[in-house]
């Protein structure tokens, strides 16, 4: 029987604690992300960003605490990356992991394929599908682009999109975007955001990692700040400005946290 939490959270991260060795890279993590909340994490680098990116994608099992996606509490004991997307959790990186040379229709079913009733690959089915997510979904028109264009001939927020609304298909309840906008160009930037509103507008929840903390603040509803492995900080949109943001992240930079403790 399966422990529920209830459906208020898409996500929830109890007393979470990592140790590699003697090192303990995430300490006492207690997150909640709701059912139709996008939350930014921000840290500066060797907060435990990706230590915790890595735990929720199976990727790390913690060392101790709890783990609860859409209600319902995870199994850690058989926790990995194919279990993550059974829980309904699922993850867009900056290297985009998208197949270069594929088609898009195929890359939106990599992995989950659709089967007739031969046991084959039904593609009349998948070329459907991805046609109704590029268009509805993520808002794909003109330019040419069809299910059968390779993702090299798409521009890089292009293929974010293509990222996205895989994960919006496939009925995540979480939807974690790690750095999606690393070395794209302000037009490109824009287009990733847009679909992250889209994320919103569709009712999902979603992390976002970024160090832009202009796009963060702009498609955020809440922030979580990380220092050193542990939340230092959880701050709702409406309570901070973008300038008191970048403040408060510089005072911790600079050694608030040494201060407070000294």
């Not at 088609?103 to 031969?118: C, H, K, S, V, Y």
């Not at 603040?217 to 979580?224: L, N, P, T």
Request: aromatic share 8%.
């Amino acid at each position: 029987m399966v422990e529920s939490s209830g459906n208020e959270f898409a996500l929830r991260m109890v007393n979470i604690e990592k140790y590699f060795g003697p090192v303990r890279a995430l300490k006492n993590i207690n997150l909640e992300v709701g059912s139709n909340e996008i939350v930014g994490l921000i840290g500066d680098n060797g907060a435990g960003k990706s230590t915790m990116v890595k735990i929720l994608t199976g990727v790390f099992l913690p060392t101790s605490g709890e783990l609860w996606v859409g209600g319902r509490k995870v199994d850690l004991s058989s926790y990995n990356v194919k279990r993550a997307h059974e829980y309904g959790l699922e993850t867009v990186y900056q290297d985009k992991s998208l197949g270069e040379k594929q088609a898009l229709w195929r890359n939106f079913f990599i992995g989950r394929q659709i089967a007739n009733r031969f046991g084959f690959i039904d593609v009349k089915k998948e070329k459907e599908i991805a046609s109704e997510i590029m268009l509805n979904t993520i808002g794909f028109r003109g330019r040419g682009i069809t299910v059968d264009s390779k993702v090299n001939k798409l521009s890089g927020g292009e293929r974010q999109g293509v990222a996205i609304g895989r994960a919006m298909h496939f009925e995540a309840e979480i939807i974690v975007l790690d750095e999606p906008t690393v070395a794209l160009s302000l037009k490109e930037v824009r287009k990733v955001l847009n679909f992250v509103h889209q994320i919103k507008a569709a009712g999902k929840a979603c992390i976002y990692i970024s160090h832009s903390l202009a796009d963060v603040y702009e498609i955020s509803d809440r922030f979580v700040v990380l220092d050193r492995g542990e939340v230092v900080a959880n701050i709702v949109k409406k309570d901070i400005g973008l300038k008191e943001l970048d403040e408060f992240l510089l005072d911790y930079a600079h050694g608030l946290k040494d201060r407070e403790e000294s």
